[in-house]
């Protein structure tokens, strides 16, 4: 049994107590929350700590297996050109490595992150993850606009699936690359695996050449499908937001990511069709491949949920959800850091089906704990140099 204390302990579940108390059991599991409602009193064996203490962090999109391309994908040349680096690596033969896999799971632990939902091509992340004392869920991806392989890809994304889930025990759920990346074949192909999947999650509007491609057959991500000698003439043609209700349950859980370029009209369109959806922004791998960032604040308005994710080492310098808080509160000033907090903790679980035991500090879960220090009190908020430190 343990007692942690700090100046002000941010629940989720009402405003933040000041020198409250968390006591956890031997497995973590939040037994009883002191609020000094009377005044302080001192408890024997209570560990204080000068700064703040939130839930552990939910990071809602990331892909570990690409961990050992960090430094190797040249930043800021946008996302058509950053796919046909992935693409020429893959070529090469360069593949997931358990040693680099280690690494970017031990930077996600340090950092303060419990669950993860990881982008799996490739079953090459799974034997990390399982020595690792993070939640993962593992999302099989699947991509590909030729239309003669579309059972294929679909069979082995099963393989892939079935290996994680019934194997190691690792929930592991079929889900889309983005609305440019399969033939309609393969979206037909996948429309029963998605049916009764608990999450679907998909990239989106991470590149105004996205809707160029599926609505003009023009622009960055069109000029790599004609220099790679490969047939899109069966890839859907329509709007993105089209191809999403087209292919997509509607009452599916589904995770929008990244949403560099979603304007208004495209948010408006996805709110009033679907009816469980995620915004998940990974700011930092914007910023490296796109040099911007999503419009925060009109997303935050809409009253869709928001989520964090990091994206891969290939895509940003940090696996860190707490990198993604402060780029948003510099970014954005006048969004409140309690309203981030959310996104990048009980948000996040709610979006990976995670809400009965992350998200909060509430008796009966196991949320972890991380520490949040120096912290600006006047303000309520971090400073740029705070650093976050998990408590077990």
């Not at 968390?22 to 408890?43: A, L, P, T």
């Not at 939910?58 to 996302?79: A, I, R, Y």
């Not at 680099?100 to 990390?128: H, K, L, M, P």
């Not at 679980?349 to 809400?355: I, N, T, V």
Request: hydrophobic share 40%; proline share 5%.
């Amino acid at each position: 049994m343990r007692r942690f204390s700090a100046n002000y302990i941010f629940t989720n579940t009402g405003k933040p107590i000041r020198n409250g108390v968390v006591e956890v059991d031997d497995n973590g599991v939040v037994v009883d929350i002191i609020d000094h409602i009377d005044g302080v009193k001192e408890y024997a064996h209570t560990e204080f700590r000068n700064g703040i203490i939130v839930p552990g962090f939910v990071n809602s999109h990331c892909h570990t297996e690409l961990s050992h391309l960090k430094g190797k994908v040249e930043p800021k040349t946008g996302l058509a050109s950053f796919v046909n680096q992935i693409r020429n690596h893959r070529l090469d033969g360069l593949r997931g490595e358990e040693l680099s896999i280690s690494r970017a799971i031990e930077q996600i632990t340090q950092q303060g992150t419990v669950a993860v939902a990881d982008i799996c091509n490739t079953s090459d992340s799974f034997s990390a993850k399982q020595k690792s004392g993070v939640k993962f869920i593992n999302l099989v991806e699947v991509l590909g606009i030729e239309s003669e392989k579309a059972d294929s890809i679909l069979e082995r994304a099963k393989v892939i699936s079935e290996v994680s889930a019934n194997q190691l025990g690792m929930p592991a759920y079929i889900t889309p690359h983005s609305v440019y990346s399969l033939s309609a074949k393969l979206w037909e192909r996948l429309g029963g695996a998605l049916k009764n999947s608990p999450i679907v999650s998909i990239h989106f509007a991470e590149s105004l050449d996205e809707a160029r491609f599926t609505y003009e057959r023009a622009g960055g991500i069109y000029d790599n499908y004609v220099q790679w000698g490969l047939p899109f003439s069966d890839a859907p043609s329509a709007s993105p937001v089209n191809i999403l209700k087209s292919y997509l349950p509607k009452d599916c859980r589904l995770l929008l990511v990244h949403n560099t370029f979603m304007d208004e009209l495209q948010l408006c369109e996805v709110k009033d069709y679907f009816t469980n959806t995620y915004l998940v922004l990974c700011p930092s791998s914007n910023l490296y491949i796109e040099q911007t960032m999503p419009n925060v604040p009109m997303l935050s308005a809409s009253g869709v949920k928001i989520a964090l994710g990091t994206d891969s080492f290939a895509s940003s310098p940090t696996l860190s959800i707490f990198d993604q808080i402060q780029l948003i509160l510099t970014h954005f000033p006048l969004i409140e850091f309690t309203q981030v907090l959310q996104w990048a903790t009980i948000y996040g679980a709610q979006a990976l089906g995670l809400e009965h035991s992350l998200g909060t500090i509430e008796n009966g879960k196991k949320p972890g704990l991380n520490l949040i220090s120096p912290f600006n009190f006047s303000e309520m908020k971090p400073y740029p140099h705070s650093k976050v430190k998990p408590l077990l």
